[in-house]
């Protein structure tokens, strides 16, 4: 199932029955944040969305998700044909790489390399998604987001804001006296280059985040840079929570 070596540890198949087990051992740290190797993008089968932050044991929320959708399909690796599919967990970094090809139920197949890091004595991760058109041509839309649904019984929104590139979500925790805020910057590049067209802004009552289509065709790159900062009141003062999440990212 996985191959243990002396600073990684790698999947070299698909196991989608596995996948639970597997998060469970591929498990990564930064000392503040802690995350299990769920995947970013949507997944119909069962999975745990678990990201813990340092002296909490329940985890939060998802900090890294994503959607992929093509004119009228949504990457699911739930449904989609999946091979070629690697993943390796880097421990010396905190890094977590995975590529993948997957191919829809109409045919369209895409590459897919991602990769998450927590960086090193920072309350902050990075997420880049690379997603590459083997002979697909037509619109594309990547969504990235803060927040979800699988968690809403333990917290309520205070507060968010959207802006132009950046967000950040502000929430109290039900079951301790804690508060936390979440910030996101992003970016998404088109072979390379920034795409500058305004992205559409996602504001549900448990989600926030961006959406941004553009027109690939075969070969086509699109590249999804995303950063996120997570700062908890334990740590920061209540009041001072959304500049110091802020200012997380803009220290980079």
């Keep these: 199932m996985l191959q243990y070596n002396n600073w990684t540890i790698e999947q070299t198949e698909w196991l989608p029955e596995e996948e639970v087990a597997i998060e469970q051992q591929l498990t990564f740290s930064n000392d503040y944040l802690c995350q299990t190797a769920h995947f970013e993008e949507y997944y119909s089968h069962p999975q745990r969305l678990c990201t813990y932050i340092k002296g909490l044991e329940n985890p939060i929320l998802n900090i890294s998700g994503i959607s992929i959708r093509l004119h ?21 970094r905190p890094l977590l790489e995975r590529r993948f090809t997957a191919t829809s139920p109409k045919g369209a197949t ?5 990769k998450r890091q927590l960086i090193p004595q920072q309350e902050v991760m990075l997420l880049e998604y690379e997603v590459t058109s083997i002979d697909y041509t037509g619109p594309i839309s990547l969504l990235a987001m803060l927040g979800g649904s699988e968690d809403v019984q333990n917290w309520y929104p205070l507060m968010n804001h959207l802006g132009k590139d950046q967000c950040w979500l502000w929430l109290q925790l039900h ?23 305004r992205p559409i802004k996602i504001e549900k009552p448990h989600t926030i985040g961006y959406s941004l289509t553009t027109r690939i065709k075969a070969g086509d790159t699109c590249l999804l840079r995303k950063y996120v900062s997570v700062v908890d009141s334990r740590n920061h003062k209540k009041e001072d929570l959304i500049a110091d999440a802020l200012a997380c990212l803009t220290n980079l």
Aim: charged residues 25%; glycine residues 4%; proline residues 2%.
């Design 110 to 114: 895409l590459h897919v390399h991602a």
């Design 72 to 92: 009228d399909e949504r990457l699911d690796l739930g449904q989609w044909k999946v091979k070629d599919f690697y993943r390796c967990l880097h421990k010396n």
């Design 175 to 197: 079951d301790v006296d804690m508060q936390l805020c979440y910030a996101m910057q992003w970016q998404v590049l088109h072979n390379g280059s920034p795409i500058e067209q």
